[in-house]
């Protein structure tokens, strides 16, 4: 722990011969004898780092009681900090910056942006809530008719709530990339389809996924153009979103899928993404998105007889995997792999035939990994 201290100069005495002590004291009462208070080092007093921090208003990290407004936070007013939004009716709430857990009560017919949260998004006793959120646990509690936009690492959690339908995260700002980093989130790890129910009722459905084609301004409109929100320049189209548009837990339009893994390099977020654009240009869907580490043991189990030329990427680094599903798709990404990426380390399933086995294998150990 650092600490600092600086001398004044001394006192100039009208006396240069006298350079004794002075003694500070201070009195009592106006009659009273002068109490001496010790001797005056004619020192600062030490300042440490906490002395120095900039004071926090708590109201700077709420919203409370607010009725038909369009309200939130830029980029760089959170910066990690705690969140919460309470009592809200019929507002449009814009969070564009990365914090630390979100928690949202007791609001009824809003729209909200929530940017990356490193921990949780906790909603509780809402109603009529169309939300998009990227966060590392999604959770939801006595709630109502919600409809979300989801970017989740862990798998989310609903209880005691009804009427929720998700969706995947579709979204982008310009500061949203660096906000997932701060917040130490992949936009390859996504769970947001893979709902647990905490609560089920027998015969009922509590949740489902939202259709394929719905568009998130459809639900979670731009900010008004006269909001302290109209210079940030949103985009809601999946091509352009920060987060892989997938498929999730909707069943396959083909029985042919395919693994294709990227080994930690320079670029391996970017070969990604490229990947992806490329495919998807070409018909093919995107299942599923993992980006995780892995152990010498690992590798052997889920590569199996690729596993000897594979070990000794993987301490480089996690690996990005992709499952891309459609008639063809392994021939066309083999094709792909040594077109594009001949530079570069990847795992491409060999053959149709065994190409779902390497998809299983991967996902099965990345879900237990992630504790899912």
């Keep these: 722990m650092g600490c600092f201290f600086s001398k004044k100069s001394k006192r100039k005495s009208s006396d240069k011969e006298d350079r004794t002590p002075t003694t500070t004291t201070v009195e009592t009462t106006a009659t009273s004898n002068a109490v001496p208070l010790g001797n005056n080092t004619d020192e600062a007093p030490k300042q440490y780092s906490w002395d120095k921090r ?26 990690g900090q705690q969140f919460v939004i309470q009592e809200c009716e019929n507002c449009n709430i814009f969070v ?53 936009f989801l970017c989740c690492a862990t798998q989310p959690i609903i209880e005691s709530s009804t009427g929720m339908k998700f969706g995947c995260f579709q979204y982008f700002y310009p500061e949203l990339g660096f906000h997932f980093k701060d917040a130490g989130l992949s936009i390859f790890n996504n769970n947001w389809s893979n709902i647990h129910d905490f609560t089920p009722v027998s015969g009922e459905n509590n949740w489902s996924l939202l259709p394929e084609a719905a568009a998130v301004l459809d639900f979670v409109p731009a900010p008004d153009p006269e909001s302290e929100f109209k210079s940030v320049r ?24 395919c693994l294709f893994v990227f080994f930690a390099g320079e670029y391996t977020t ?37 596993a000897e030329d594979l ?42 035939n065994t190409s779902s086995r390497d998809v299983d294998s991967f996902f099965n150990f990345a879900d237990m990994q992630m504790g899912l």
Aim: hydrophobic content about 35%; overall charge positive.
């Design 54 to 79: 900039e004071k926090v208003d708590p109201k700077d990290y709420m919203l409370t009681g607010l009725k038909d407004v369009t309200v939130g936070r830029l980029s760089g007013k959170l910066n």
């Design 311 to 352: 070990v000794e990427w993987i301490t480089k680094g996690p690996v990005i995997a992709l499952e891309l599903n459609g008639d063809g798709v392994v021939d066309a990404c083999k094709n792909m792999a040594s077109e594009m990426f001949s530079g570069t380390m990847v795992f491409v399933s060999d053959n149709k």
């Design 96 to 148: 564009f910056d990365h914090s630390a857990t979100i928690t949202i009560d007791d609001c009824v017919n809003c729209r909200i942006v929530l940017g990356p949260v490193k921990g949780s998004v906790f909603f509780r006793d809402c109603k009529d809530i169309k939300c998009v959120v990227a966060c590392q646990q999604f959770r939801t509690r006595d709630c109502k008719k919600m409809e979300v």
């Design 234 to 257: 949103i985009s809601a189209d999946p091509a352009r979103s920060i987060v892989p548009l997938t498929k999730g837990g909707r069943r396959k339009d083909s029985e042919e899928s």
């Design 270 to 306: 970017a070969n990604a993404r490229r990947l992806i654009d490329e495919v998807t240009a070409k018909g093919f869907v995107l299942i599923q998105t993992k980006e995780v580490s892995m152990r010498p043991e690992d590798v052997k189990r889920v590569f199996q007889n690729s």
